[in-house]
């Protein structure tokens, strides 16, 4: 099996505050461990899934109650970001089949003349789905509304917006590079960042030619003469884009595009910015910051003070909480809008952790179990001990911190319900 996906399962030390066991806690057998686990993996909107070998080059993949058939290589799992649907990839005696779960539940099995695997893309609200083939030399992109035959896009990434219907790639011209969109290509660049669909239809991305980058809309320039483009963000409505760049005088700024307003709104210049965290609907940005060896992490323009070893910002699911994990002077914290809270377990700025919002809360796992801290409270809570386990994710359709856990190559669903 080539490519099949790989779950990244984190291994650290914690220091061990308290353990507790309580009903709170619950786990769930998966897969009895009989066929050997190939890999597995839990999404954020809560589905996991998992592939098995029950014999040699022969693969079976689950996802949630789903079943598939034995395939001799499995490939390219894809979620929507709704979680409503899924696709991937089964190869059998020769034969290339599209397996996929539709926006209305029905699962799809659809054998293809193909010569070779594309993509599978999800718009960026989970709503419209398409995916890529190839005969030969030829690259078949199938949207929602219609086909279009393509060469040499060479692996770069598939767009599509919500509606389904336009489409957007970046494309090879010699060492040159174009966007081609809905067929029609752009200027030529010396390098291309692709960013996302914009919400009236036009395509937002960042070209490079000669010294300095600029930020085009469709075929609109609408910011120019930058060092560098270090990030990019675009959410999943296209209302909101923000990007973090370096000026030619080496200060870097967050810029942040809305047609809520009428300009761009332009952050404070630092010595460093990294981290680019996006609320999902509203104008709000979060990110790292350094200036004069002093730390910040950012909510637009405001700045709350951290430490040197800070995790990257993120926003809470519903966008109430921008978070971050810190390494202050006496251990590590955890940082929510702003309000620092000192936390008295393990953990390190690039440790995973899971948080319900509006909530003291937050899980995390190590090769141990799955934990549930109360931060204001200082209480830890254990789960079971397992061999391996999955970051945790908080679930929102059933309000539990969950992660997937191994021990003996059986496969448990663990929960901490709130």
């Known amino acids: 099996m080539k490519n099949i996906i790989v779950p990244i399962i984190l291994i650290f030390t914690i220091y061990f505050y308290a353990v507790s066991y309580s009903q709170e806690y619950t786990e769930e057998l998966l ?4 066929d050997s686990l190939v890999s597995f993996g839990i999404d954020t909107t809560g589905h996991w899934w998992a592939a098995t070998m029950p014999f040699k080059d022969r693969y079976r993949v689950y996802i949630d109650t789903f079943q598939s058939e034995l395939y001799d290589d499995v490939l390219e799992l894809n979620i ?22 539709d926006e209305f539940g029905v699962i799809n099995t659809l ?68 966007i081609n969109i809905n067929g029609k290509e752009s200027t030529i660049y010396d390098e291309i960042k692709p960013i996302g669909f914009w919400h ?17 809309n469709g075929t609109k320039t609408i910011g120019t003469s930058y060092w560098r483009v270090l990030d990019h963000k675009i959410n999943n409505f296209g209302t909101v884009m923000a990007v973090l760049v370096q000026l030619s005088t080496g200060r870097c700024m967050s810029i942040t ?13 630092y010595d460093d910015t990294w981290g680019l965290a ?67 377990v393990g953990l390190y700025p690039e440790d995973m952790i899971a948080k319900k919002p509006n909530t003291e809360t937050l899980a ?9 801290y109360d931060y204001k409270r200082n209480t830890l809570k254990s789960g079971n001990m397992y061999d ?13 911190y969950e992660a997937l856990a191994i021990i003996y190559n059986r496969l448990y669903l663990c929960k901490w319900r709130m």
């Open 31 to 34: 897969l009895d461990g009989l």
């Open 80 to 101: 929507s970001s709704d979680g409503e649907q899924w696709a991937f990839w089964g190869i059998q005696a020769g034969t290339i089949n599209l397996i996929n779960r």
């Open 111 to 178: 054998p293809l003349n193909a010569t070779d695997v594309g993509d599978i893309v999800y718009s960026p609200d989970g709503t419209q789905f398409a995916y890529t083939f190839f005969q030969g030399d030829n690259e078949i992109i199938n949207l929602p509304t219609r086909q279009i035959t393509v060469v040499n896009r060479n692996n770069n990434k598939l767009f599509i917006d919500n509606s389904g219907k336009q489409y957007a790639f970046v494309g090879q011209r010699g060492n040159k590079f174009i």
């Open 200 to 216: 009236k239809g036009t395509f937002m991305y960042a070209g490079f030619n000669g010294n300095t980058w600029e930020i085009i």
């Open 257 to 269: 595009f809305s047609d809520e307003y009428y300009e761009p709104i332009y952050g404070r210049s």
């Open 278 to 344: 996006l609320h999902p609907k509203d104008v709000l940005i979060g990110h790292g910051a350094k200036e004069h060896h002093k730390y910040y992490i950012l909510q637009n323009r405001t700045e709350y003070y951290a430490t040197e070893e800070i995790s990257a910002p993120f926003f809470s699911h519903n966008g109430d909480e921008l978070i971050f994990i810190g390494m202050g002077e006496y251990g590590p914290y955890i940082s929510v809008n702003g309000n620092r809270t000192d936390i008295r």
């Open 364 to 372: 995390f796992t190590n090769n141990i179990s799955l934990y549930l």
């Open 388 to 400: 391996y386990l999955s970051n945790p994710i908080y679930n929102r359709r059933t309000n539990s």
